[in-house]
């Protein structure tokens, strides 16, 4: 009897869930199933983030990539495009702009960043909440202040960072990568 019972029961919550994912467009079923809520105490104990880099917030990678200008961003200003996480090729380089870019904790400037430059190094791409987003800009700043372009390097308030070792960095010289800026 018991096994009938959980057998009936099992039949209708998967009858109702495909009534109702039925109804739902693929991307909110996706979306449904990625949204979770934490606790801020859980993360990085028991809840770990993958980065842009597609590896775990926190631990150290192997990275590779270079300098350029890009003059589209909403700041224009110098990125650190990384092309190679782990020894392997991305699909598709992640880009990180200059002001969330720090080599031993201190934020790479201008004079620092060399257009060109391959860098090779250990990285730990870390991240947390300090911008407000466009849409509670006007709760903090009257209508007639713009927002500046700082307050967004990414598509919401989280922006990940990424901490260069500099005791592993290597840095070379690419004349092409230099002449298509």
Same mark, same amino acid.
């Given at each position: @009897?018991? $096994?009938?019972?959980?057998?009936? +029961?099992?039949?209708?919550?998967?009858?109702?869930?495909?009534?109702?994912?039925?109804?739902? &467009?693929?991307?909110?079923? =996706?979306?449904?199933?990625?949204?979770? &809520?934490?606790?801020?105490?859980? !993360?990085? $104990?028991?809840?770990?983030?993958? +980065?842009?880099? %597609?590896?775990? @917030?926190?631990?150290?990678?192997?990275?590779?990539?270079?300098?350029?200008?890009?003059?589209?961003?909403?700041?224009?200003?110098?990125?650190? $495009?990384?092309? @190679? !996480?782990?020894?392997?090729?991305?699909?598709?380089?992640?880009?990180?702009?200059?002001? !969330?870019?720090? /080599?031993?904790?201190?934020?790479?400037?201008?004079?620092?960043?060399?257009?060109?430059?391959?860098?090779?190094?250990?990285?730990?791409?870390? %991240? =947390?909440?300090?911008?407000?987003?466009?849409?509670?800009?006007?709760?903090?700043?009257?209508?007639?202040?713009?927002?500046?372009?700082?307050?967004?390097? %990414?598509? %919401?308030?989280?922006?990940?960072?990424? /901490?260069?070792?500099? $005791?592993?960095?290597?840095?070379?010289?690419?004349?092409?990568?230099?002449?298509?800026?």
């Amino acid at each position: @009897m018991y $096994r009938y019972c959980v057998t009936i +029961g099992l039949l209708f919550i998967i009858g109702s869930i495909v009534s109702v994912t039925g109804s739902k &467009s693929t991307a909110q079923q =996706q979306a449904d199933a990625i949204l979770r &809520s934490v606790n801020a105490s859980d !993360v990085g $104990r028991t809840v770990k983030i993958i +980065g842009l880099l %597609g590896k775990p @917030m926190t631990e150290p990678v192997a990275i590779k990539g270079h300098w350029i200008f890009d003059k589209g961003s909403k700041a224009s200003s110098y990125v650190f $495009r990384v092309t @190679m !996480v782990a020894g392997k090729q991305l699909d598709e380089p992640v880009d990180f702009n200059q002001c !969330v870019v720090s /080599l031993d904790a201190v934020r790479v400037t201008d004079d620092v960043s060399a257009l060109g430059e391959t860098w090779t190094c250990v990285a730990i791409e870390l %991240g =947390q909440f300090r911008n407000i987003t466009e849409r509670n800009w006007r709760l903090f700043y009257d209508k007639d202040t713009k927002p500046g372009t700082w307050l967004r390097y %990414g598509d %919401g308030p989280f922006v990940s960072e990424l /901490l260069l070792a500099k $005791r592993s960095l290597e840095r070379e010289k690419d004349e092409k990568l230099h002449s298509d800026q």
